[in-house]
């Protein structure tokens, strides 16, 4: 990996200029442009990009279950460097969810968990952005401290800041809420690299211990590996934004006084590392009484279950009726005692 001569910051794969202060790349000292070009199987219906695999003959979505379609991109498609190794195995997965069906509260139908039919388990590890960056941050706020006659003053400061595994999702199959759900339980503790999906599972059985199950190992070697659409320079923007958030979050604390209002804070990034990962997650497609539907089992921590359940509209509109009921009976009371 070569430095950006100006700053010496470190010049990724892909890169035209350099992430801190944008001077251009030298054509010679630019990497993997002469990667071999991918076949990526997209799906009609969600957009998900997974890597094609002739093997698989996998000619569904992993992530919905839809028809996919072959694109053939200009650009190099990445793949992900580094995987996150499974902690939740097929069984527990199937588990998780009907447990989660049991608990989708008095709207659902009652058999849900029981009648509830699942159509397709999948192992999938999307694709997202590990990044590491130092920042130089001034800020602005008004707080009560200080004030004299009017009860806010202004306040200013700067501080120097690193920022550590921040997470961005680069997934097109998993919506970005889904991914911000998902992301506060992952153990990046269990990071293994790798260089490829068979690789990923190779690596992240050693990074795991001798006693691992084989329905782990299953999982890592069956998993899909979904592919990086967006470029990292693309990307960027998108980091940068969330490290002026978390750079907010962390400067509040620093503002005088107990309360504050108009907090503004300006990153210069100093320093910016990233790197691509594969996160581990069970998505499931279940029907119910003729319809389908989505969920999502954490690859790491089987409680954390979200996605899409019936609703029995035959509950609400009971609901409905009753509210509507005592509406109109709270409305004759008044109108009868107003009469009299």
């Known amino acids: ?76 498609v990445e793949t992900a460097r580094r995987q996150l190794a499974f902690s939740v195995d097929r069984d527990a997965a199937a588990a998780a969810l009907r447990g989660w069906l049991a608990t989708r509260g008095s709207f659902a139908p009652r058999a849900l968990s029981r009648e509830a039919v699942l159509e397709a388990l999948t192992p999938v590890a999307w694709a997202a952005w590990l990044v590491n960056a130092d920042a130089r941050v001034t800020w602005t706020a008004d707080s009560e401290a200080g ?102 979050v962390r400067i509040e604390p620093q503002i005088p006084g107990r309360r504050h209002r108009n907090v503004h804070v300006a990153c210069l990034l100093e320093r910016q590392t990233t790197d691509r990962i594969a996160l581990p997650a069970w998505v499931l497609a279940y029907r119910y009484r003729g319809t389908a539907y989505r969920a999502i089992v954490h690859g790491q921590r089987p409680e954390v279950v979200l996605g899409a359940a019936p609703i029995d509209w035959g509950k609400v509109g009971r609901l409905v009726a009753l509210l509507a009921a005592i509406a109109a009976i709270v409305a004759w009371v008044v109108l009868t005692h107003g009469a009299i």
């Open 1 to 76: 990996m070569t430095a950006c001569p100006r700053c010496e910051t470190a010049i990724e794969d892909g890169d035209l200029r350099c992430a801190i202060c944008a001077l251009p790349v030298a054509a010679a000292a630019r990497t993997g442009d002469d990667r071999p070009r991918a076949q990526v199987l997209r799906c009609g219906e969600c957009g998900a990009a997974v890597g094609f695999s002739a093997e698989a003959q996998a000619p569904r979505c992993g992530f919905c279950g839809a028809t996919m379609a072959i694109e053939h991109p200009v650009d190099p």
């Open 147 to 248: 004030a004299q006659r009017s009860a806010w003053a202004p306040h200013a400061g700067e501080a120097s800041l690193g920022f550590r595994d921040i997470i961005v999702p680069a997934s097109r199959g998993l919506r970005e809420a889904e991914c911000r759900r998902l992301i506060p339980h992952y153990d990046l503790s269990r990071v293994a690299g790798s260089a490829g999906p068979g690789e990923a599972s190779r690596a992240g059985g050693d990074a795991m211990s001798d006693a691992m199950s084989e329905a782990m190992s299953e999982a890592m070697s069956e998993a899909m590996i979904e592919r990086f659409d967006v470029q990292r320079s693309a990307a960027r923007a998108y980091v940068q934004d969330r490290i002026a958030a978390l750079a907010k």
